[in-house]
């Protein structure tokens, strides 16, 4: 296991269409994030995982944003009627402690 | 609400030159972190920071922590060009990350 992985790295879609993306963490880290990345931006935070539970989600994730993490393993950001203002780089990072390793990103697009 | 501010934004400086990027974060963390990030590419990590007065150095980069003056600074030792590229700042508020803009370094002959 080399790392976290992310899967589309990149994904253009219509508006109005609904997206997901998919999280796989480093093997037996317990803590997964999500954050989101504009350009020029720093990541700004979106919602974070302690093995299956959802302990937090950032006021940036409005109701047509979903994420899961069945069974504490990867995790799923999921995108309803996607809007031009959601194109940005979607990050995962997990962590076993203090340290958060992120993976690739998945970039999207809304045209 | 954790807020944090790096200087400067951009910083464009000569190869075997010296500089430092500094990070100040409004209210208390208990980590402070420093990554790197290559245009188009994801965040790779060089530092955690644990407590007041931490160092720590890997190769040309040293970072240091000052948790009462809520400040850690990046310091440059003779840039060379493989520096170039964006170096982000973070605290830790709860178990989130919060990042700074980034200061983006461009090292020149």
């Known amino acids: 296991d080399t790392g976290v992985s992310q899967d589309p790295r990149h994904k253009i879609t219509k508006r109005g269409q609904n997206v997901t993306f998919r999280c796989d963490p480093i093997?037996?880290?317990?803590?997964l994030y999500w954050y989101r990345q504009t350009l020029g931006q720093g990541p700004e935070f979106l919602t974070y995982f302690q093995n299956e539970a959802q302990l937090e989600k950032s006021r940036l994730l409005s109701d047509r944003f979903s994420a899961e993490r069945p069974k504490g393993s990867f995790s799923t950001l999921e995108i309803q009627r996607t809007e031009q203002g959601d194109s940005a780089m979607y990050l995962c990072a997990s962590s076993p402690l203090d340290q958060q390793y992120f993976g690739p990103g998945t970039r999207l697009t809304v045209t | 609400e954790l807020k944090v501010e790096q200087n400067p934004l951009f910083l464009s400086m000569q190869e075997g030159k010296n500089y430092t990027i500094y990070c100040n974060y409004s209210?208390?963390?208990?980590?402070l972190y420093w990554y790197r990030q290559d245009p188009g590419k994801s965040l790779e990590s060089l530092f955690v920071?644990?407590?007041?007065?931490a160092v720590k150095q890997e190769g040309r980069l040293m970072a240091s922590l000052d948790t009462k003056a809520r400040l850690s600074t990046l310091h440059i030792t003779a840039a060379v060009h493989d520096l170039s590229a964006t170096y982000f700042c973070?605290?830790?508020?709860?178990?989130?990350?919060?990042f700074g803009t980034g200061t983006r370094l461009q090292v020149f002959p």
């Open positions: 093997s037996e880290h317990n803590r």
């Open positions: 920071l644990l407590s007041n007065g």
């Open positions: 209210t208390t963390s208990d980590r």
């Open positions: 973070a605290a830790r508020n709860t178990d989130k990350l919060i």
